[in-house]
């Protein structure tokens, strides 16, 4: 059972290394104007620390574009609150207009608070929500100063 564990949080480890290395470039190289952007996560309506939070465009077109560049994806990752804000590379500057898939990914870190109850709710992020062709969820970030998101319930 443990060994289980350890394999499933590799793959888990890998699936999200490959997420951002996907569209890693380091900067935002598609030229294109960002907004700030802020949301919220709830699982099973409880906030959770550590939920990687990545941006796949819906316009097929850009999202092409992207992976044929090497174009960063926008990404937070939430807080204790489950709050994140959206930026490319680590920066929080935002994304470009438009809409966009939301991918999950979780995986408890050492020494975030109760880690018992975070692995509980961190066992509903499937690997339903850790693919742009199968997540629920979809946001839409628009040409103001400031987008904050509706809050992303995962049941």
């Given at each position: 059972m443990v060994r289980?564990?350890?394999?499933?949080?590799?793959?888990?480890?890998?699936?999200?290394?490959?997420?951002?290395?996907?569209?890693?470039?380091?900067?935002?190289?598609?030229?294109?104007?960002?907004?700030?952007?802020?949301?919220?996560?709830?699982?099973?309506?409880?906030?959770?620390?550590?939920?990687?939070?990545?941006?796949?465009?819906?316009?097929?077109?850009?999202?092409?574009?992207?992976?044929?560049?090497?174009?960063?994806?926008?990404?937070?990752?939430?807080?204790?609150?489950?709050?994140?804000?959206?930026?490319?590379?680590?920066?929080?500057?935002?994304a470009p207009a438009g809409e966009y898939k939301v991918v999950l990914t979780y995986h408890a870190q050492r020494g975030m608070g109760n880690t018992h109850t975070g692995s509980k709710l961190g066992s509903a992020i499937t690997s339903q929500y850790g693919n742009p062709k199968t997540t629920p969820f979809q946001v839409k970030i628009g040409e103001g100063p400031d987008n904050e998101l509706p809050t992303i319930k995962v049941p």
């Open positions: 289980a564990l350890r394999v499933a949080r590799l793959v888990g480890l890998f699936a999200l290394v490959v997420i951002l290395t996907s569209g890693c470039a380091g900067e935002n190289k598609s030229g294109l104007p960002r907004y700030k952007a802020h949301g919220k996560l709830l699982v099973k309506g409880k906030p959770l620390e550590g939920v990687q939070v990545v941006l796949f465009s819906t316009d097929a077109a850009r999202e092409k574009e992207n992976e044929a560049n090497h174009i960063a994806r926008p990404s937070g990752l939430t807080d204790a609150e489950g709050n994140f804000t959206l930026g490319i590379s680590g920066d929080d500057k935002g």
